[in-house]
């Protein structure tokens, strides 16, 4: 709307409209569309009345996570205020604002304050202030002077306290604690769904003129979990970061093939995800494992007796979570990723995808921000398998109120039982503080009833995984498994057996450095093809990381 009609608080219609219209095509945010319907809805009548005052007295909590569009939400209620007639807005119409870490010894809002005391009482602006360093502090005495302050400028500012998305009680404890001194009104937005951030993929992609084929998004999802499991996902910010790459590649291939197509298909969202997955079947991949005899046959014999509960209970199936415990590198992530494939094959998962998380990741910054941020992960985890690596580390055995490892177990908890036949939990870790953790958490051991231990690989074993690495990728002379067998065989037990020893991972470090040997020498020889050999294989084992400990050869005579 124009400028004076601002002035004169005369609501334009047309641009209501779009505002209506804009609301309404946003992706989840159900609690802000229903706010700004609000506005639209009493705004006439307090034009009428000339009681805008009654509005602007209004402050709002806006729990919103990280990349999640809060800046647009900012500019959509501004907007709203303009265009109803309610506020005449600032030329700067929106600002946002950090508080800092909570120190009594300093100052810690003169920022803030500063832009309360220069305030235009002509025009409205929303003032956005974080304070989510400061959850569980606002009953202190420098954050009510803070209120006191916004208290008295009302008629300056619409004010929105944004922290975390949090859980309710924590919400409803924060704006307690404000409207002590202010009118809050709290406004969630839920973390999206996968099928929000699939719509916010398609319409990122339609703005670049390009569109995906159905069978695209299983791969597309994929890559978005993988960006989730490093516990710094960044929602809609994300997700065009990984459109991005997406149609850069696609463009790329066009080059290459010198056509143009905008059709974004299965093997081009392929290529984005780092565990692409295998095209064997979860029974073979199991059957092809290097070692671990014994654990095949428990997880047969466990999948039959699931198989068996389903067909006795309605396809109704036993609680399944499972530990598995023992040393870095014996193979339990990629046994729980096999896990869910034949369960996903047998129909005893709907969905079988993998979902790979550290224990602390589940823990959030601020309090209240752990158990959203731990259901959330579950919900996404719905019909898949949830692996949690180093899961011990959610259980400290303190009652350090700061530390939120317990408040993510009790939400686990609840989540395995509520959703105990829809998805799989794998907690895995060093077996002495698995059990550490289980004896601390009664309830989590109850709901873990299977317990799966990997043994480190023996010399042999170590042997067998690198020549099967080489064998995947390479070709290589006669002489280098032989110079292969000898240095395994040469570990010492102290090596193998110790709780550091990181087993098949060492292995494929020794594999890589082999590698890298190989391409260096085949630059310098100017060979187009690669091929490894003795030489590689031994500058490589040389190097410190991979002679501790070497068994020493004993010589006649001594």
Same mark, same amino acid.
């Given at each position: 709307?124009?400028?004076?009609g601002? /002035?004169?608080g005369?609501?334009?219609?047309?641009?209501?409209? =779009?505002?209506?219209?804009?609301v $309404?095509n946003l992706?989840g945010?159900?609690?802000?569309?229903?706010l700004?319907?609000?506005?639209?809805?009493i705004?006439?009548?307090l034009?009428?009345e000339?009681?805008? !005052?009654v509005?602007?007295?209004?402050s709002?909590?806006?729990?919103?996570?990280?990349?999640?569009?809060?800046t647009?939400?900012?500019?959509?209620?501004?907007?709203?205020l303009?265009?109803?007639g309610?506020c005449?807005m600032?030329p700067h119409?929106? @600002?946002e604002?950090?508080l800092?870490?909570y /120190?009594?010894?300093?100052e810690?809002?003169e920022?803030v304050?500063?832009?309360?005391r220069?305030?235009d009482?002509?025009?409205?602006?929303?003032?956005?202030i974080?304070i989510?360093?400061w959850?569980?502090k606002?009953?202190?005495?420098?954050?009510?002077?803070?209120l006191r302050?916004i208290?008295?400028?009302?008629?300056?500012?619409i004010?929105?306290?944004?922290v975390?998305f949090?859980?309710k009680?924590?919400?409803a404890?924060? %704006?307690?604690?404000?409207?002590d001194?202010l009118?809050?009104k709290t406004?969630?937005f839920?973390?999206?769904?996968q099928?929000?951030?699939?719509i916010?993929a398609e319409r990122?992609?339609?703005s670049? %003129?390009?569109?995906a084929s159905?069978?695209?998004? %299983?791969?597309?999802l994929a890559?978005?979990?993988?960006?989730k499991?490093?516990?710094k996902?960044?929602?809609?910010?994300t997700?065009k970061k990984v459109?991005?790459e997406?149609i850069y590649?696609?463009?790329?291939a066009? !080059?290459?093939?010198k056509?143009?197509?905008?059709?974004?298909n299965?093997?081009?969202?392929?290529t984005l995800?780092?565990?692409?997955?295998?095209?064997m079947s979860g029974?073979?991949?199991?059957?092809?494992?290097i070692?671990?005899?014994?654990?095949?046959?428990?997880?047969e +014999?466990l999948?039959?007796?699931?198989?068996?509960?389903?067909k006795?209970?309605? %396809? +109704?199936r036993p609680?399944?979570?499972?530990?598995?415990v023992?040393?870095?590198?014996?193979?339990?992530t990629t046994v729980?990723r096999?896990i869910g494939k034949?369960?996903?094959e047998k129909?005893l998962?709907r969905?079988?995808?993998f979902?790979e998380? !550290?224990g602390r990741? #589940?823990?959030?910054?601020?309090?209240?921000?752990?158990a959203?941020?731990?259901?959330?992960?579950?919900r996404?985890?719905?019909g $898949?398998?949830l #692996?949690i690596?180093?899961a011990?580390?959610?259980?400290?055995?303190?009652d350090?109120?700061?530390?939120y490892g317990?408040?993510?177990?009790?939400?686990l908890i609840?989540?395995m039982e509520n959703?105990?036949?829809?998805?799989v939990?794998?907690? !895995?870790?060093?077996?002495?503080d698995?059990?550490?953790?289980?004896?601390g958490?009664q309830?989590?051991?109850?709901?873990?009833?299977?317990?799966?231990?990997f043994?480190?690989?023996t010399?042999?074993?170590?042997?067998?995984?690198?020549?099967?690495?080489?064998k =995947?990728?390479?070709k290589y002379d006669?002489?280098l498994f032989d110079?292969?067998?000898?240095?395994?065989?040469?570990l010492s037990?102290?090596?193998i057996?110790?709780?550091e020893?990181?087993?098949?991972r060492?292995?494929?470090?020794?594999f890589?450095?082999?590698?890298?040997?190989a391409a260096m020498?085949?630059q310098?020889?100017?060979?187009?093809?690669? @091929?490894l050999t003795?030489?590689? #294989? +031994?500058?490589?084992s040389?190097?410190?990381e991979?002679?501790?400990n070497l068994?020493?050869?004993s010589?006649?005579?001594f």
């Amino acid at each position: 709307m124009s400028e004076n009609g601002a /002035k004169k608080g005369v609501a334009d219609k047309a641009d209501i409209s =779009e505002i209506s219209e804009h609301v $309404s095509n946003l992706v989840g945010a159900s609690e802000f569309k229903s706010l700004i319907e609000e506005i639209i809805k009493i705004a006439p009548q307090l034009v009428a009345e000339k009681a805008q !005052a009654v509005f602007n007295g209004r402050s709002y909590v806006f729990s919103i996570g990280d990349g999640y569009g809060l800046t647009t939400y900012l500019d959509l209620l501004a907007r709203t205020l303009s265009v109803t007639g309610l506020c005449s807005m600032h030329p700067h119409p929106v @600002v946002e604002e950090r508080l800092g870490p909570y /120190k009594e010894s300093i100052e810690p809002f003169e920022e803030v304050l500063q832009i309360l005391r220069n305030g235009d009482k002509s025009r409205i602006c929303v003032l956005c202030i974080d304070i989510s360093e400061w959850l569980g502090k606002t009953d202190t005495h420098y954050f009510k002077m803070l209120l006191r302050t916004i208290e008295k400028v009302t008629d300056e500012f619409i004010i929105v306290f944004r922290v975390p998305f949090l859980e309710k009680d924590v919400l409803a404890n924060l %704006g307690f604690s404000l409207n002590d001194l202010l009118s809050v009104k709290t406004i969630s937005f839920p973390p999206f769904t996968q099928e929000d951030l699939r719509i916010c993929a398609e319409r990122e992609l339609k703005s670049y %003129g390009f569109a995906a084929s159905k069978n695209a998004w %299983g791969f597309f999802l994929a890559r978005i979990m993988e960006e989730k499991a490093d516990g710094k996902f960044y929602g809609l910010n994300t997700v065009k970061k990984v459109v991005r790459e997406l149609i850069y590649n696609k463009q790329l291939a066009n !080059a290459g093939k010198k056509k143009v197509s905008h059709t974004i298909n299965r093997s081009d969202t392929r290529t984005l995800c780092s565990n692409v997955e295998n095209s064997m079947s979860g029974t073979e991949q199991l059957k092809r494992l290097i070692g671990h005899e014994q654990i095949k046959k428990k997880i047969e +014999e466990l999948i039959a007796q699931i198989e068996l509960s389903a067909k006795q209970n309605d %396809g +109704e199936r036993p609680c399944i979570h499972m530990r598995f415990v023992g040393n870095p590198g014996t193979g339990k992530t990629t046994v729980a990723r096999i896990i869910g494939k034949i369960l996903k094959e047998k129909g005893l998962l709907r969905v079988g995808n993998f979902y790979e998380y !550290a224990g602390r990741e #589940f823990c959030g910054r601020y309090i209240g921000e752990t158990a959203p941020k731990t259901a959330s992960i579950c919900r996404d985890a719905y019909g $898949s398998v949830l #692996f949690i690596d180093e899961a011990y580390s959610l259980y400290r055995g303190d009652d350090n109120e700061r530390d939120y490892g317990r408040e993510a177990i009790d939400t686990l908890i609840a989540e395995m039982e509520n959703h105990r036949s829809d998805f799989v939990v794998i907690m !895995a870790g060093y077996t002495d503080d698995m059990d550490k953790l289980m004896r601390g958490n009664q309830g989590l051991a109850s709901r873990m009833p299977y317990t799966i231990e990997f043994p480190n690989f023996t010399r042999e074993q170590l042997y067998e995984i690198y020549v099967s690495m080489v064998k =995947e990728r390479f070709k290589y002379d006669d002489q280098l498994f032989d110079a292969a067998h000898q240095y395994f065989m040469s570990l010492s037990d102290e090596t193998i057996h110790a709780k550091e020893f990181s087993n098949a991972r060492f292995v494929r470090n020794l594999f890589e450095r082999t590698w890298a040997k190989a391409a260096m020498r085949s630059q310098l020889e100017n060979k187009v093809e690669m @091929v490894l050999t003795k030489d590689d #294989f +031994e500058r490589a084992s040389g190097e410190k990381e991979f002679t501790f400990n070497l068994q020493k050869k004993s010589r006649i005579g001594f």
